[in-house]
């Protein structure tokens, strides 16, 4: 697994920094949302990379173990600085 940071020059920002161990803290929980789908757990889905933007938007890319496919995450930081669900993509 990678983390990518896009869009930002470094060093990075603390906001940013914090973001990302926000993530990293809570990411057992984030793998478990965005694999709630029944139909995603049918492709025995790996998480690959985490990309995490500066406006807040978190992606978590993943592809399958048996099949040719892969597919994203979505989540954003809300207003209370939470990590909240959007979409699968």
Known sequence: MRIY????????????????????????DLDRVANSDSNAKEYEPYLMDIYIYPDGEIKLDYCSEI???????????????????????
């Open 5 to 28: 940071f896009p869009e930002q020059k470094l060093p990075l920002s603390q906001v940013v920094l914090e973001l990302a161990e926000k993530v990293l803290c809570n990411l057992a």
């Open 67 to 89: 099949e040719n496919t892969g597919w994203g995450a979505f989540f954003r930081k809300n207003a209370n600085g939470e990590i909240e669900f959007v979409e699968l993509g």
